[in-house]
Antibody
Framework: EVQLVETGGGLIQPGGSLSLSCAASGFTVSSNYMNWVRQAPGKGLEWVSVIYGGASTYYADSVKGRFTISRDDSQNTLYLQMNSLRAEDTAVYYC????????????WGQGTLVTVSS | QSALTQPASVSGSPGQSISISCTGTSSDVGGYNYVSWYQQNPGKAPKLIIYGVTNRPSGVSHRFSGSKSGNTASLAISGLQAEDEAHYYCNSYTTSGTLVFGGGTKLTVL
């Protein structure tokens, strides 16, 4: 059974850093396109980042230079390192598998809430 | 990376059919047949219901269908049921190698 479990969310002050994890089971992270998608409270979905292949990465303009996506193949786990956090980064962060690498997000985690506030 | 445009809300009565549009540009929706649709219930993760413009994953009702014309994709739901009441989001692959989502549409079953 495919499962994605995010951890690491919490309350952080503006300018701070936080690292999210997404533990996968039932498939191999390194063989798939893995994404982070976020959803601000009461708002829509926003794509954040993707990692695939030999660790190629892309980022949304809103997080470029501040967030870093990575993975640990031995742990079958996806990560999102978030630095210089802003109030507008407050959201539920989901990890999701993209089957085929063209936006077909077929498996999602339950999400983890990140709140940036003083 | 502008969001795709969706109507904020649509509504219909049980048994009726509705359609939700998703408008982008030639750099995303119009450039590829890589539009997907998601259903999201309150407090839950999104669920994939259409991929590759017209394809349904296993287990998704045949009442859901997708199409595309130019820069606009559409999700149609026939035979509306109370359980269809949810938020619906489209996304598309882009020429930049990124993904972009629509702003979301709240479907109300009257």
């Amino acid at each position: 059974e495919v499962q994605l479990v995010e951890t690491g969310g919490g309350l952080i002050q503006p300018g701070g850093s936080l690292s999210l994890s997404c533990a996968a089971s039932g498939f191999t992270v390194s063989s798939n396109y893995m994404n982070w998608v976020r959803q601000a409270p009461g708002k829509g979905l926003e794509w954040v980042s993707v990692i695939y292949g030999g660790a190629s990465t892309y980022y949304a303009d809103s997080v470029k230079g501040r967030f870093t996506i990575s993975r640990d193949d031995s742990q079958n786990t996806l990560y999102l390192q978030m630095n210089s956090l802003r109030a507008e980064d407050t959201a539920v962060y989901y990890c999701a598998r993209d089957y085929g690498g063209v936006g077909q997000l077929d498996y999602w985690g339950q999400g983890t809430l990140v709140t940036v506030s003083s | 990376q502008s969001a795709l445009t969706q109507p904020a809300s649509v509504s219909g009565s049980p048994g009726q059919s509705i359609s939700i549009s998703c408008t982008g540009t030639s750099s995303d929706v119009g450039g590829y047949n890589y539009v997907s649709w998601y259903q999201q219930n309150p407090g839950k993760a999104p669920k994939l219901i259409i991929y590759g413009v017209t394809n349904r994953p296993s287990g998704v009702s045949h009442r859901f269908s997708g199409s595309k014309s130019g820069n606009t994709a559409s999700l149609a739901i026939s035979g509306l049921q109370a359980e269809d009441e949810a938020h619906y989001y489209c996304n598309s692959y882009t020429t930049s190698g990124t993904l972009v989502f629509g702003g979301g549409t709240k479907l109300t079953v009257l």
